[in-house]
């Protein structure tokens, strides 16, 4: 498949020739293979995994968006978008980012 990860005024990621794809929806995660129908989801705030043969698994940690699979292409549209290749690094990297002041501090 070809993923194109969009942001309000940039493109963020293009692969190709990515043979999974992970995301989460307010029902829950759903998986995209490549001969998978096509299809639109509304994607939630979380961790969005795509595999490919050169780069293995990577992470995505993704705002509120969109997803669109036609055919071979996937497109992700989202507001906020940081990536990893490891998790937990990844969490870190969120957390330092998108923190919010509190109050108490």
């Given amino acids: 498949m070809n993923l194109k990860v ?3 005024f ?3 990621a293009e692969k190709t020739e990515v043979s999974r794809i992970v995301a989460e929806t307010r029902e829950g995660s759903f998986g995209l293979l490549p001969h998978r129908l096509d299809c639109v989801a509304e994607l939630t705030p979380g961790i969005l995994i795509y595999e490919t043969e050169s780069e293995g698994e990577a992470f995505l ?3 509120e ?3 669109v699979k ?3 292409d996937v497109l992700v549209s989202v507001r906020r978008v ?3 290749k490891d998790l937990g ?3 870190h990297t969120v957390e330092r980012a998108y ?3 509190n109050i108490e501090e």
């Fill in 6 to 8: 969009l942001l309000p």
């Fill in 10 to 12: 940039q493109i963020f």
């Fill in 61 to 63: 940690a993704v705002d």
């Fill in 65 to 67: 968006g969109v997803l």
């Fill in 70 to 72: 036609k055919g071979m």
């Fill in 82 to 84: 940081l990536g990893g």
């Fill in 89 to 91: 690094q990844l969490r």
């Fill in 99 to 101: 923190r919010t002041p």
